[in-house]
């Protein structure tokens, strides 16, 4: 294979086949192989890269309902013919056959690892970040729209709940009272099962916020964009501040360095505006399947949320009945549950469709407590722009954008979640399975990633539907030995997540290509794929030339393993530090110095000197590559261009 800078989708394919053939070479063998690729090229021929972005992915899913007992198997129904007198495709199907029997079902013992070599090449292209079409942007924001307009249809639905949980308040203590009402009439109805279901979620989230102070935060901007527009810099140079906000966080005490700030800048801000400004709808890149939709927050409402934000992740990441089950910072207990379900089948994993958009306000309003929920709503935007200029009034509580978003989704979908598995271990239901004290621990919540004892995972969902959440059928699951959450994917114990390349290769240096392609290098090497790392090291060192391995230098973007015959670097001696250094390539995002009035930057120094660093304003979608950033001391004058880098040459 004559080797150069361009990086052949069908030939880095062909490289993973190769791989599959050393590691099954017995049934996997040099005809099967052969044929293979023939049928490959055939369909890439007649299909383009759709069938690598489109094709192999719908049959990845189709296996993935099998594995988790959803439906049985059918290549046909997805594009793919099976051999025949058999259910297996003829695509993979010598692969296949170590996982299924001829007739579609599992084996006894399926081959776990050969399930993730088989999602290795079905996926592999499945995010990459292709150009995608107007119509995918249009549809994007038609779904949020639509999403917007069920939300409005469920307004009288929630006032009635409203009536029916005062009812069941003041009349829970008195069976008589309840008898007239008409709840112990019929103790499973609906609007009984809904006003119980509340009215525990709310006694959880008083409990989790008890003696909760939502004024002792520390306001902060967030990285991304705002829709007032601002710089980096002028971010802290306040002309807007929404009456609404100002009347719980009051513009001297949380907008403002101190009371000398206030003095010395009163004739300024005597200017400042009090509009309730909408927030702004954008499209930021995803995948080759569309868009992501985001709601950027206007600039003082960002400011108060993401001091809010940190404040309740504190809380409920300490609190002792929520810091087993609801997290916000680590993804790690999701995955483990996801692991643990795949081989017992204790846990199933559920996925909220659209989780973000579907949390209606009246819905936060019933369960939330004061005055944490009046602070919430002072720091909601009302309304949000669209790109085509119409501005539309949210129902729900907020876009994924806003800092709150992440942190009251994850509450809301928890507190309902266990308060009807506490209700119906109380009814008498599956008090078999666990101790009332440990249910709450059962359930694992990170963001719309949800765990929960698979005994209870129908009705979980039903509950959850009932307060206009909706389920996204195709990703939960609830039998068989697959599952996923927080970016894991188990199947029989075993972590069967396939790689999955997003950053589209250029022939031209790029920072973003040379990270991300590296690391997915390394996870290849990590698989075992030797001749699909090879192939991918190889066109990455004809374009940046010799890359170091962790031999060299670990703190720079690394090999596992470097050619032998791909060079040496530079070197020299470092007396000061008493090491050798090489002259290595690295990336840094690039800084912009600024300076603005002393106060201003005092007010940065007071909120982000001692900053952690936890975005949750775009909710979660897992890593993609890892950063390499050069850390240097904070300076109120300095700002980091988000999404940028460069590629340097440093000593390391």
Known sequence: MVCNKSLDEFELIAALLHDAHLRYGEVFNTRALRNTLKVLKRRYRLEGIGLLTKSLSRLDKHICHVLAGSTKLNPTSVGFTTIRGSKLPRFLGELFSLVFRSDGTLLPNPDADCVRMIRDILCCFYKYKLPYQDKQEQKVID??????????????????????????????????????????????????????????????????????????????????????????????????????????????????????????????????????????????????????????????????????????????????????????????????????????????????????DRVHLDLVRLIFPEPLLGCMEATRSLSTRLPDGRTITLNKFAPMGSALCFPVMALTIWSILTAAILDAYDMGMNRDLFKRHDLPESIHVYGDDVIVPTAYAESAMTVLELFGLKINQSKSCTNGSFRESCGVDAFKGVNVTPVRLRTVWDESPRPDVYTSWISYANAYWDRQYYTTYEYIVARLIHIYGPIPDAKVCKNVPHLRVAPAEHGSFKWRWNKNLQKRQYFLRTVTSPSVNHEIDGWSMLLRYFTEAQRPSTDLSVGHSGATSPSYEEMSAFSVSRYTKRHTSKLVWRWR
């Not at 000398?260 to 995803?286: M, N, Y």
């Not at 483990?336 to 089948?345: E, Q, R, V």
Request: hydrophobic fraction near 40%; charge should be neutral; glycine fraction near 4%.
């Open 143 to 356: 779904d949020f729209i639509k999403a917007e307009d069920e939300l409005s249809t469920l307004t009288s639905t929630f006032a009635e709940m409203r009536l029916d949980m005062l009812f069941y308040n003041e009349s829970r203590a008195s069976s008589r009272r309840l008898v007239r009402l008409g709840f112990l009439n019929k103790p499973d109805s609906e609007m009984f099962l809904k006003a119980r279901i509340l009215t525990q979620a709310k006694e959880l989230l008083n409990r989790v916020f008890l003696g909760f102070d939502p004024y002792d935060i520390t306001p902060s901007h967030g990285p991304g964009v705002v829709a007032t527009k601002q710089q980096l810099w002028e971010k802290f140079l306040w002309t807007n501040v929404a009456e609404r906000i100002t009347n719980k966080y009051p513009f001297d005490a949380y907008f403002c360095a101190s009371l000398g700030h206030v003095s010395d800048s009163f004739t300024s801000f005597e200017a400042v505006k009090t509009e309730d400004l909408p927030a702004q709808v954008i499209l930021v890149p995803k995948d080759a399947r569309g868009p992501r939709l985001i709601s950027c927050e206007p600039v003082d409402f960002q400011w108060i949320q993401q001091g809010l934000m940190r404040a309740i992740v504190d809380r409920v990441e300490s609190h002792n009945l929520t810091k087993y089950s609801v997290f916000f910072t680590n993804q790690v207990p999701n995955q483990k549950a996801a692991l643990l379900g795949s081989h017992n089948g204790k846990y199933a994993t559920l996925d909220l469709k659209e989780a973000s």
